[in-house]
């Protein structure tokens, strides 16, 4: 199994452009997530998904959409990139909603914005 | 929003030493709380998950309690190694949301 695999690995973006993170998962979890760090935050929850077709916001929502069409994919939208956008970004997955599962992490994509 | 807190921030120790560091969280509806060691450049990976009180968890020369009732955690690790050297993160399920809820983590450096 290749686990929860995201790309892409470094991104630079200017103000106001838009794109998507790509994130995969192969372990046929339900459950998945995305989240940003930042120093002296730790790790914050952006949106999540119980199922396919089933988002909901976490705690840091604005400016990032998602969606959920198939088990295996969880994209991450910006709409229009914002410098206060710049941080590192973590997908998510574990089995189901149930937090008595781990989670598995991807290996985070880098994103700078100008 | 939840409030997760772990300390200390950030400890330095010497090879050969043992050390422990503390998560604090709510202690009213608990769920499960989960520690994860995070390597510099790499991804979190899990460590445990631990449900009950007083569930004690073992993995090599790391352990972890766990006391519900007055909402904290101790990761200890025996005999430091410099491998070692990473943030620990310590979060927590509480409520009927699905979120699990990160604290800032400790950051372990261990000196050879």
Partial sequence: ?????????????KTGQSMTLQCAQDMNHEYMSWYRQDPG??????HYSVGAGITDQG??????????STTEDFP???LSAAPSQTSVYFCASRPSFSSYNEQFFGPGTRLTVL | ILN??????????????????????PSS??????????ETAKSPEALFVMTLNGDEKKKGRISATLNTK??????????????????????FWGGSNYKLT????TLLTVNP
């Fill in chain 1, 76 to 78: 991450l939208r910006l």
């Fill in chain 2, 29 to 38: 509806n608990f769920y499960a709380l989960h520690w994860y060691r995070w």
């Fill in chain 1, 41 to 46: 935050m730790g790790l914050r929850l952006i």
């Fill in chain 1, 1 to 13: 199994n290749a686990g929860v695999t995201q790309t892409p690995k470094f991104q630079v973006l």
């Fill in chain 1, 59 to 68: 705690e840091v929502p604005n400016g990032y959409n998602v969606s959920r």
């Fill in chain 2, 70 to 91: 007055e909402g904290y955690s101790y990761l200890y690790i025996k005999g430091s190694q410099p491998e070692d050297s990473a943030t620990y993160l310590c979060a």
């Fill in chain 2, 4 to 25: 997760v807190e772990q300390s200390p921030q950030s400890l330095h120790v010497q090879e050969g030493d043992s050390t422990n560091f503390t998560c604090s969280f």
């Fill in chain 2, 102 to 105: 990160f604290g800032k983590g």
